[in-house]
């Protein structure tokens, strides 16, 4: 039999009774994490449900507002606003700059079609385009439940020369996840040009 610090024998009685308290201290313990996981839970759960602040700065002047989480449907006003942020992302540029052009679209286009814009983008860049120009003038943008078509003006401009060109594009938007820098969650899916000239 063992001897213990205080001189005492220990026997299977005392081996008993020392697991039974390692036994309950262990218990205590998981006791108390299980319920600092429970408030852990409900204090993320609250804050998760609860309406969030929006700060807005203009200027110096902050104001605090209480926002309301809600899906909101896209109307064709929508539609509009973010087609032509795309066009201007795409086709306005100055220098034909295929990675700058692609970093600009990234957020806004899906995978598959990313893959092939730059691929199209990278045939088309080469060293005569450097010194090229274009700006686009949209005349109008019509959206409709297959894709959103677009009539537009290229103003091309290489060294001296000016060329206006018009274009008809159609473009197929599907529905995706909002992010930072899509907040509206609309990618483009592919574009079909029809060039006027």
Known sequence: MEKGASGMTKGPINHWVEMNRLLRYYQTITAGLALLLIIVTMV???LFISDPVVVTLQGNEKQFNIGKRKIVDLNDQDIVQFVSRFLHLRYKFDGMDAPKIMANVKPLVTQGFYKKLSKLLKKAGSS??????QKILIEDIQVTDQAVLIFLDRIIKLEKIKVVAP?????????GRPTVWNPMGVYVNGIIEYDGT
């Open 44 to 46: 993320a759960t609250l």
């Open 128 to 133: 005569k385009t450097k010194g090229l120009k």
């Open 167 to 175: 274009l008809e594009v159609a473009i197929e938007l599907v529905k």
